[in-house]
T-cell receptor
Framework: GIQVEQSPPDLILQEGANSTLRCNFS?????LQWFHQNPWGQLINLFY???GTKQNGRLSATTVATERYSLLYISSSQTTDSGVYFC???????????FGTGTSLTVIP | KAGVTQTPRYLIKTRGQQVTLSCSPI?????VSWYQQTPGQGLQFLFE???????NKGNFPGRFSGRQFSNSRSEMNVSTLELGDSALYLC????????????FGPGTRLTVT
């Protein structure tokens, strides 16, 4: 299978600070998604980004497929950004998602 | 458009029992995948269904099974429950087997005592 490594594993930020989460993967992929897991367990889609750069409000993401990594940027963090962020990749279609172990983010007021 | 729904949301079972979980995909989506999330193993793929056919299966014992109906709703069944089956079970849907972006439901939290 594909190995997916996320860093850092834990991150504590003051409200208003910026952060960068990283996802490294071990093989070429057709699909890469970032998710935010809310306190009730649901995975909320943040980005579908197999390559390139996307922005959505205070969040943006960049995937460099040739170098097998993706970055998630969170600017001006808010307490509601707290939770676990997962990167997941898929090779081909109809294949499984391989998830990273997540980055646990805590934003303190 | 309604999202992916899963029922029940919480479940408590006893070792040795069996359980059935249900997932209704986003309207128009025909592919459904199941994942298990535990603190020790993280998120692991169980299986994927498309057009009532299992297309891919993860590395889980045969006690874990599933099926998909003609309306794309899916069920997964776990027989002879073990304590280690306690987990959050997540269902995801996507448009078809050629689609990439997956959307997850709220999950079913299963506790085995």
């Amino acid at each position: 299978g594909i190995q997916v490594e996320q860093s850092p594993p834990d991150l504590i930020l003051q409200e208003g600070a910026n952060s960068t989460l990283r996802c490294n993967f071990s093989d070429s992929v057709n699909n890469l998604q970032w998710f935010h897991q809310n306190p009730w367990g649901q995975l909320i889609n943040l980005f579908y980004i197999p390559s390139g750069t996307k922005q959505n409000g205070r969040l943006s993401a960049t995937t460099v497929a040739t170098e097998r990594y993706s970055l998630l940027y969170i600017s001006s963090s808010q307490t509601t950004d707290s939770g676990v962020y997962f990167c997941a990749v898929e090779r081909g279609t109809g294949n499984q998602f391989y998830f990273g172990t997540g980055t646990s983010l805590t934003v303190i007021p | 458009k309604a999202g992916v729904t899963q029922t029940p949301r919480y479940l408590i079972k006893t070792r040795g029992q069996q359980v059935t979980l249900s997932c209704s995909p986003i309207s128009g989506h025909r592919s459904v995948s199941w994942y298990q999330q535990t603190p020790g193993q993280g998120l692991q793929f169980l299986f994927e269904y498309f057009s009532e056919t299992q297309r891919n299966k993860g590395n889980f014992p045969g006690r874990f099974s599933g099926r998909q109906f003609s309306n794309s709703r899916s069920e997964m069944n776990v027989s002879t429950l073990e304590l280690g089956d306690s987990a959050l079970y997540l269902c995801a849907s996507k448009g078809n087997h050629l689609s990439y972006e997956q959307y997850f439901g709220p999950g079913t939290r299963l506790t085995v005592t």
